[in-house]
Structures are given as structure tokens and as C-alpha cells.
């Protein structure tokens, strides 16, 4: 049996009448009688003047067509068989049973004579790539059911010549996203946990728009390629029973921009008292109910002193004019890091160690009013008797046990308290004394320690408030259990050679050193309060371009506040630095990812502030790091036993 192949009417240039001849050449009415004789069925084909779509409008039917003899044809849907089931419908052959054609253009069928068509449905991968990047994944997926249009074969010229793609052809943003790339390679794959991988190191944003066809950008792919090498662990945040932790209220800043006189970056900030650093502090209560604030002052080079100053709340001060222990530079008297005992006949003695480092030892002197000093004879403690290489910040408590206790720092053999650099690590050792005179070192060592602050509970425990370094957080350890073995709960805040007190409420007021000498000294105030919300921060890996450290950070609980996360070189003048962190803010719970890039200058730590509008929680993320560079030796932070704070910052 014969058969006929649709084709457009538009291949062929008469547009009045369709000639059609047969390959034999004769003309297509005596084909027609000739069939009809031998029995053929006689359809009709009718002479179809071609229909031209006016300017602008859109052809809303098929291209019409005529019948030609096909020598070989496989199957396919243009093809209709001559025989009884065949009707005639506008001029073109159809079967009966077949459904009607759609009027609409999006569902014509693509022309398989068409050299585009060709491609697109063929083997040819390289030009199947170009004609995708050229046209653009959308209407490459369109063309897989429809006929090319003329913009695309003008647009896909270059293509099917085989010249490659035109100039400024999309080929970065319409690549096909199941060959080549990586990163969608992984959005399309099966791998669940190099997906949550990706997910987390690129951001949500970044993620849905590769997933719908966006090239990923080289910034992308520097982040997702520990993911890729398969060198990055997944961040998992599972919450705690509990999710409240400990942030900060700050009160106050005191005594900003406060510079110790030496080089400094900044340039004429120096405060309305010249030379003057503020670091510190200690703060008691007078019989009249106001406060005094003791705080280091002086330049380092010529001479140091404390300084005071006065307040009714305990949260606003006023400098007061008094200066004791104004030291003279190359003299060895006593310094900062004050600790102020009252006595029972209502006068003081004040504990201070010494300003030489060659020659540190623990002073003391008696006071009427805590400002008239008379340094006591003798010496309450020598560097002999404590050990190691340096001692420094003694804090004298009266001993519920009866006696006094004395708190101090110490540094291995060799070393010196704040060299650059830091230390190897430090220790509190603690002395006992019964009159408060002569002392004896115990046994007793707190490891990894510092700078102490202690509280007296009201029944009768000790709580220890410390950092792990010139640049460390705050750190507390709970005196109901033995300080040397009990845990280090960090407290969620950068407070250096801090002032402890619990207020009547249960909550802490912190009065901390803010700063470095290298960026100049001030004292803030802080309150602690209880939020619904923590933050847990887990090491995920390294990341090659840029090269550092990856931090997961785990934000659990709910916040009615959108959290926002900032990192900073200096927490004092707030230097914002280009650390990249995936997803900036939202509201708990979320989780998220940065990219510690390392200390530079090495005196300047990287920080991570969190903070919900009005309260803030503070992590210096080299904490996190497995191990770093003291630039004395690797320091191995898991010594540390550090665990997050428990949820209420009152509880014993």
C-alpha cells in the first residue's frame, strides 16, 4: 500500500496552486485516476491557499500541509496511512481515530526534517550543548515538543554549522544541569548528605538557583569545595533539653578610648585624660551605699597608677580625683590588678602584686578609706615560693572556713604573664593565710586559668570567675564541686580581668576590660539576663580558597527578635572584617556556616557577636579551633574542659 508524508505547504514557493508530482513525474490528478482504477481509495486533496498570520498577531493553527510519496518512512506520528480510516479535515489528511490537533502553537509537534529538531533529538552531544547554551535551558526543554521558530534558527545558526556557540551566547548561565557542573550534578543526585552539605556551605538562596539553572559562581564553588572533597562534616543541631542560655545586657562603656600612651593604629582618640589607659577594674560597695571603682591608668613608660571613680547604681561613674599608687617608672611598687578586703573594724587592706616583672611579688597596705595607702612590711607572697616564671593578680577573699584565701595567677617557668604572643598556659593557684599577713601555697591548681574573680555564695561556696587568656571570654567554675576538676562554663561574653558581683535578683553584673594596649582600654558594664535561645558552635572543616577554619553555628530556641551575627578583629572599635557567614540573621531556630580566615594582626582575635536587638552573646572563635598557635607552642583547647553555660546564670 502507498503512503503519504505530511509536510508544511509552507516548503513549497506556489502559493495559489500545489503542484505535486510523483517521482515518476506525473501529475498528481492522473496519479489520483490511475489509483482510483486500481481500486485505491480516492481521497481528495483539496488546494489549501496558505494562510499568512497578519503583522504581529500569532498563528493560533498548525502549518498547513500537502502529500508527497515517501520512498522509506519509519514510523511516525506525520505519517497517514491511505486506507477507509482516513478522512479529510481542512485539507489535510488525518486518521479518523486520531485526536485532534490542539489549536494552540506551544503544542505543535516539532518538524523532524528540521535541522534544529535534528540536533535537539539526536546523538550529537556537542551539538546538543551548543543549541542548550544558545537558546537557554527553558526553550531548549520547549523545542523538545514544539517546532523551531525563525528567531531560533537565526539565534542556533552557528550551531548547526557546527561554528559553536554565537558571541555572548549564555553559555555560563544555560549550561545543562545534569552534565558537567559538579555542584548540580550533587542538587540532582541522590547523595543526601553531600546535599545538606551543599546545602550548608552555598546558602539556601544560592542552592534553589543552581537547582533551577543558574551557573554557580566561583565564590560557590570555593565554598562547596571541601563538600566536593568530600573533607567537610555536616553541621547536625540537635537542641538541648534545655534552650535558654545566658546573653548580656550592656549597661554601660566607661571610660572609652583610653590609650596606654604606647604606638597605637589610631590617631587622635586619645580620651579628655591624657595617657590614660582604663582596664581592670574592681568595684566595692561603701557603707553609704554607693560604689567605687578601682581601675589601671598610666602609659607604660613613665609611670602607673589606679585610678577611682564613684557611682550611686553601680552602673553610671564619674571620675573621681584621687590617684593611688602612682608608681614612678624603674621603682617595683605595687600595680594594677587591685583586690580590696574590707576588715572588721571598717578599714582595708589592699592586695596588689608588683609592676616589675623581674622582681613579682604580692604587696599590701592598710587604708582608713580605701583611698590613704601605707604599704604593710615584708612581702605577702614572693615568685619563689609560688613558682613557674611570673605571678600576677592576686584576689583575697575572707575564707567562710575561717582565714582568708588568696587567688593568683601564675605561668610556666620561663615565660611572663601578657607576653606577645600569649602564653603556653596559665594557671590559678591558691594560698591560704590566717591573718591575712603571712601566706602558704596549697596544693590546689586550677589548669588553663587566669585573672580570677570569686564570689562568695550565701552558702558558703565559692564561685570562680576566669578567663583562658588576654583575649578569652568569661569563664565560670562552680566552687560546690573541687575548682581544680569542675567544669569550665563559658559565659557567653568578652570580659578581661573581670569584676564579678551577684545582684539580690540572682542576676550577674560584670564590670569588664574592653580593649588591648594596642587599641586602648575601656571598662563596660553588664548585666546578665536569661533568653529563650542558644548558640552552639561546632568545627566542620577546613576551606581551601579562602583558606581557614569552617564553623557551623547552631542557633536553637525561638527568638520573637530577628538574631543577627556579626564577626569583628576588635570587639573595642567594632572592625568588621569579610568573614563570609552563609546566612547572616533570622530568627531561631536556624543553623548556619562561616569561614574563620585567621587572626591578623596576630594580637587581634577574631569574634563572633550575636545579638537579638537587646541582648548579646560574644564567642572568639579560635576557641573552637581544634588546636591554634600560641606563638609559644600548640595549645590544645580540649584541655579545657569548656561546656556550654547552664540555663540560668543564677543557678549554683
Same mark, same amino acid.
Given at each position: ?77 506525520? @505519517? ?21 490537533? /490542539? ?6 509537534? /516539532? ?68 552534565? *558537567? ?17 551543599? !546545602?550548608?556551605? @552555598?546558602?539556601?538562596? $544560592? ?16 565554598? =562547596? ?72 591608668? *598610666? ?15 553601680? @552602673? ?26 574590707? !576588715? ?18 604580692? !604587696? ?6 580605701? %583611698?590613704? #595607702? ?8 614572693? +615568685? ?29 617557668? *620561663? ?10 598556659? =596559665? ?27 570569686? @564570689? ?7 564561685? %570562680? ?8 571570654? #568569661? ?50 558594664? +553588664? ?23 569552617? #564553623? ?40 548556619? =556556616? ?38 609559644? $607552642? ?19
Amino acid at each position: 500500500m502507498s503512503t503519504y508524508t505530511v509536510v508544511p505547504l509552507s516548503t513549497f514557493s506556489n502559493s495559489n496552486q500545489v503542484l505535486i508530482r510523483v517521482a515518476t513525474g506525473l501529475v498528481l490528478t492522473l496519479w489520483l485516476g490511475l489509483f482510483a482504477a486500481c481500486g485505491g481509495t480516492t481521497d481528495v486533496v483539496e488546494q489549501v491557499p496558505e494562510t499568512k498570520p497578519s503583522l504581529g498577531s500569532k498563528s493560533t493553527s498548525k502549518p498547513e500541509t500537502a502529500v508527497t510519496e515517501s520512498v522509506s518512512t519509519p514510523p511516525s506520528t506525520s @505519517i497517514a496511512t491511505a486506507d477507509t480510516n482516513n478522512s479529510i479535515d481542512s485539507g489535510k489528511i488525518i486518521r479518523a481515530d486520531s485526536p485532534k490537533p /490542539p489549536s494552540n502553537e506551544s503544542a505543535a509537534q /516539532p518538524d523532524q526534517g528540521n535541522p534544529l529538531t535534528q540536533i535537539i533529538n539526536g546523538n550529537d552531544q556537542n551539538k546538543k550543548d551548543c543549541v542548550l547554551r544558545t537558546l537557554g535551558q527553558e526553550r531548549f526543554q520547549q523545542l523538545l515538543t514544539q517546532a523551531p521558530n525563525p528567531k531560533d534558527m537565526e539565534t542556533a545558526g552557528p550551531c548547526i554549522a557546527g561554528q559553536g556557540p554565537p558571541r555572548g551566547a549564555p553559555s555560563d548561565q544555560a549550561r545543562n544541569p545534569t552534565q *558537567g557542573n559538579p555542584l548540580t550534578q550533587i542538587i540532582n543526585g541522590n547523595d543526601q548528605i553531600a546535599k545538606t552539605c551543599l !546545602l550548608q556551605a @552555598i546558602g539556601k538562596t $544560592g542552592y534553589t538557583a543552581i537547582s533551577s539553572g543558574s551557573t554557580p559562581t566561583k565564590a560557590q564553588m570555593d565554598f =562547596a569545595g571541601p563538600c566536593l572533597a568530600g573533607k567537610r562534616t555536616v553541621l547536625t543541631c540537635d537542641p538541648p533539653k534545655d534552650v535558654s542560655s545566658t546573653a548580656w545586657v550592656l549597661e554601660n562603656t566607661l571610660f572609652s578610648r583610653h590609650y596606654w600612651g604606647i604606638e597605637t593604629p589610631f590617631k587622635g582618640r586619645q580620651g579628655p585624660f591624657e595617657s590614660t589607659g582604663s582596664a581592670d577594674p574592681r568595684v566595692i560597695r561603701l557603707p553609704d551605699g554607693s560604689y567605687r571603682m578601682y581601675f589601671a591608668g *598610666g602609659d607604660l613608660k613613665d609611670s602607673t597608677y589606679v585610678r577611682t571613680a564613684t557611682s550611686k547604681d553601680g @552602673i553610671n561613674f564619674s571620675l573621681a580625683k584621687p590617684y593611688i599608687l602612682d608608681v614612678p617608672k624603674g621603682s617595683n611598687g605595687g600595680g594594677a590588678h587591685l583586690s580590696l578586703l574590707p !576588715l572588721d573594724d571598717g578599714t582595708w587592706r589592699i592586695y596588689s602584686s608588683t609592676r616589675s616583672t623581674q622582681d613579682r611579688h604580692v !604587696l599590701s597596705y592598710s587604708s582608713p578609706d580605701g %583611698l590613704q #595607702l601605707t604599704q604593710e612590711p615584708g612581702k605577702r607572697l614572693t +615568685l619563689n615560693a609560688v613558682g613557674g616564671g611570673d605571678l600576677m593578680s592576686p584576689y583575697v577573699i575572707a575564707d567562710p572556713a575561717g582565714g582568708y584565701r588568696m587567688f593568683l595567677t601564675k605561668v610556666p617557668e *620561663g615565660e611572663k604573664i601578657g607576653q606577645v604572643g600569649g602564653n603556653t598556659t =596559665a594557671w590559678v593557684v591558691i594560698a591560704k593565710s590566717q591573718d591575712g599577713l603571712t601566706w602558704s601555697i596549697t596544693d590546689q591548681v586550677i589548669d588553663g586559668s587566669q585573672r580570677p574573680s570569686v @564570689i562568695v555564695k550565701d552558702d558558703g561556696s565559692l564561685e %570562680l570567675w576566669v578567663n583562658h587568656g588576654m583575649a578569652s571570654g #568569661l569563664f565560670r567554675i562552680n566552687g560546690k564541686q573541687d575548682l581544680s576538676t569542675a567544669q569550665h562554663e563559658y559565659m557567653n561574653i568578652w570580659a578581661v580581668d573581670a569584676d564579678v558581683h551577684q545582684l539580690s535578683n540572682g542576676e550577674y553584673r560584670v564590670y569588664g576590660g574592653f580593649g588591648s594596649v594596642y587599641e586602648g582600654g575601656s571598662i563596660r558594664v +553588664l548585666r546578665s539576663v536569661t533568653v529563650p535561645w542558644s548558640v552552639e558552635i561546632k568545627h566542620l572543616g577546613m576551606n581551601n580558597s579562602p583558606e581557614g577554619d569552617i #564553623l557551623g553555628v547552631c542557633l536553637h530556641g525561638e527568638s520573637s527578635d530577628t538574631l543577627t551575627l556579626e564577626t569583628h578583629h576588635s570587639l573595642a572599635e567594632r572592625i568588621p572584617i569579610s568573614t563570609h557567614i552563609v546566612q547572616a540573621n533570622g530568627k531561631a531556630p536556624f543553623d548556619t =556556616a562561616l569561614i574563620h580566615v585567621g587572626d591578623e594582626p596576630p594580637h587581634r582575635d577574631l569574634w563572633l557577636t550575636i545579638s537579638d536587638g537587646q541582648h548579646i552573646q560574644e564567642y572568639r572563635l579560635t576557641d573552637y579551633i581544634p588546636q591554634i598557635y600560641t606563638g609559644v $607552642g600548640f595549645y590544645d583547647q580540649s584541655l579545657l574542659r569548656i561546656q556550654q553555660p547552664s540555663n540560668n546564670p543564677s543557678s549554683d
